[in-house]
């Protein structure tokens, strides 16, 4: 068989040398930008580069930048059992890539293809700057199972309902999955650089128990879901306690993991399979309105209420409502929230309390491990009815959503051991305990009173 690096597709003008920016695509499996250049060059240059205003950002975090650090580590080591090497660089990024192009001679720059303001205003200025270099510049897919373009109703740049699109999109034909390069030759004499240290990045905290990152962990984990649990994804994936989620989503928002690869896996198993389409569905809102992380999608006259002890007790896992608290405390233990209780705590913030759902949304950012801007963005506004949501006005009876979704009490008391010693379902309402037994938690009474005592009708 010939070598991934020596094959040239169809169609493809041969070039000497090519480089190819990761960016959300820390992976080799599936890697279409990877694949074109291995197959259209001789010479390749894997190259990230690590941009020092990325702490400042709103799309990064510690945990977020610990776990990119060990990606790219990863990365370095898969690329070079293949004969290559991981090249980093730290600056801007497009003055980082023309060095390289210059030090190289290289005629071609690879990517994929990204919707964010940012990486819209990365990829505008590495294509001016190879028009100027005279040096070609291509994107590719291969962030979504299906590119943001590709499903498009008629006289229309986007859905804006997620139904029509989900019953769009898993129609759409698929592209063929890359190959996996089996050789990569790279440059002679380009010095590498150092992947760096996530200390040297930020000094915020990191969660103690968040996932570790890279490709190797990644497929290991998504063999593991595929084999043991997607099967049951669709019965079992609201359940708190039993944790039968895919904690894949950090691994797909880092490309550390192909979302078409891994929906093929799980393409007979519809649940699982729509859950990838969600992700797709908000990434198509967010390039057709790149003001999603700030701007209301739908206007709706909403008042905000300003209320830094109600925001405080919420971030710190404090309200006083079990369900909420869990979910935070998770959050700030994890860099993740099931995501039943990300709604849940999401809600209490923007419905009981009144505060804009930015607020909530920036404190997502600040930990989740797997928060991107189109996900975290859309998520917040479906439920602060700006959103997405054809309902705007839906309203979630906690208690109900807690003793539905976490019947025996079981996450609660995982993460508020204050709450570990009442039984069952009783946990999540410990304002209905005797007084005497309530005075003795070191636990607060819930804050803006009692939630859904008025509102039972709420689901």
Known sequence: MTPAAARVRPGRERTDTAVVLFTRDLRLHDHPALSAACSSARTVVPLFVVDPSIAGLPVASANRLAFLVESLADLRASLRSRGSDLYVRRGDVVNEVMRVVQLTGASTVMASEDVSRAARGRQEGLERACRRQRCRFELFPGVTVVPPGDVVPAGKDHYAVFTPYWNRWRQVPRRTTAPLPRRIDGPRGLAAGRVPAASALTSGPVSPGRPRG??????????????????????????????????????????????????????????????????????????????????????????????????????????????????????????????????????????????????????????????????????????????????????????????????????????????????????????????????????????????????????
Not at 419 to 426: C, E, F, T, Y
Not at 429 to 448: F, V
Request: aromatic content about 10%; glycine content about 10%; proline content about 6%.
């Open 214 to 459: 890279g490709e190797s962990v990644a497929r290991t984990r998504a063999s593991a879901f595929v084999r043991r649990s997607l099967a049951e994804y669709g019965a079992a994936h609201d359940d708190m306690a039993g944790d039968r989620t895919s904690r894949l989503s950090a691994y797909l928002h880092f490309g550390c993991l192909s979302p078409l690869e891994l929906a093929q896996r799980s393409a007979e198993h519809e649940p699982f399979v729509r859950q990838l389409c969600w992700r797709d569905f908000h990434t198509q809102v967010l390039a057709a309105f790149p003001g999603l992380p700030t701007r209301d999608y739908r206007a709706r006259g909403r008042r905000w209420r300003r209320d830094g002890a109600g925001l405080d007790a919420w971030r710190a896992g404090r309200t006083g409502v079990p369900i909420v608290d869990a979910a935070m405390r998770q959050l700030l233990d994890e860099g993740f929230i099931h995501n039943r209780a990300r709604m849940l705590a999401a809600s209490f913030l923007v419905k009981e309390l009144g505060i804009d759902w930015r607020v909530g949304a920036r404190h997502f950012l600040d930990w989740l491990v797997d928060a991107d801007v189109a996900n975290n963005s859309g998520n917040w506004q479906w439920i602060a009815g700006t959103g997405n949501d054809t309902r705007p006005n839906r309203r979630f009876n906690l208690t109900r959503q807690a003793r539905r979704h976490d019947p025996a009490g079981a996450y609660v008391r995982r993460y508020v051991p204050e709450l570990a010693d009442i039984a069952g379902a009783a946990v999540h309402e410990p304002w209905g305990l005797p007084p005497a037994r309530r005075a003795a938690l070191a636990y607060p009474d819930p804050i803006g009173g009692v939630p859904g005592a008025a509102r039972r009708g709420m689901q």
